[in-house]
């Protein structure tokens, strides 16, 4: 079965410094979507992404974040100056619509995000 | 998008049916109502999804009443493996730029299934 991937599966890293989550999304879907879960709190939104530009985004998602889709195939969160409280898990997901399927959201496994 | 509300916890035990409900007052006639499980560390995973009355796959139930205002998720039998947090969501189907099908998740459901 198809899945979502995401590296790496843990990063720790020093306040202030960037940091770039990597995903590898369903291959034939066509939206892409950011969200993070602090521990111990809900999963936010954070961005969508379709046609090659930010669709949707959330208060959360402010000038520090950014987005990419490089290579047709990988898609990528950057954080440019993290702080504590960008401690998180972070999830990718991706879907197709369609009137066949349910356009349902297939979440990767995460990438937790420790900052120090 | 529409609010949804649901118990915070439940617990169960290994072989019963549970039911959870959830209410969305304020769905709009083009949204879907869908269920999320998500283990601890894990992302969320799709369970099922439904526009009105009764949707079955193999792994729960969904019932939707005429109104839509609420739903309920019906898992039959549960084992330990169950335990997980259950989020019900409503969302508009994805259309363009301007409508991704971007899912809001709320609190959740933490369904505890004991031995």
């Known amino acids: 079965e198809p899945e979502v991937t995401q590296t790496p599966s843990h990063q720790v890293t020093q306040m202030g410094q960037e940091v770039i989550l990597r995903c590898v999304p369903i291959s034939n879907h066509l939206y892409f979507y950011w969200y993070r879960q602090i521990l111990g709190q809900k999963v936010e939104f954070l961005v969508s992404?379709?046609?090659?530009?930010?669709?949707?985004k959330s208060e959360i998602f402010d000038d520090q974040f950014s987005v990419e889709r490089p290579d047709g195939s990988n898609f990528t969160l950057k954080i440019r100056s993290t702080k504590l409280e960008d401690s998180a898990m972070y999830f990718c997901?991706?879907?197709?619509?369609?009137?066949?399927?349910?356009?349902?959201?297939?979440f990767g496994e995460g990438s937790r995000l420790t900052v120090l | 998008l529409a609010k949804t509300t649901q118990p915070i916890s439940m617990d169960s035990y290994e072989g019963q049916e549970v039911n959870i409900t959830c209410s969305h007052n304020n769905i709009a006639t083009n949204d879907y109502i869908t269920w999320y499980q998500q283990f601890p560390s894990q992302g969320p995973r799709f369970i099922i999804q439904g526009y009105k009355t009764k949707v079955t796959n193999e792994v729960a139930s969904l019932f939707i009443p005429a109104d839509r205002k609420s739903s309920t998720l019906s898992l039959p039998r549960v084992s330990l493996s169950d335990t997980a947090v259950y989020y019900c969501?409503?969302?508009?189907?994805?259309?363009?730029?301007?409508?991704?099908?971007?899912?809001?998740f709320g609190q959740g459901t933490t369904l505890q299934v004991k031995p």
């Open positions: 997901a991706s879907s197709i619509p369609g009137t066949k399927n349910t356009g349902e959201l297939f």
């Open positions: 969501l409503v969302r508009s189907p994805a259309g363009g730029s301007s409508n991704t099908g971007k899912l809001i």
């Open positions: 992404f379709y046609n090659n530009e930010i669709s949707e």
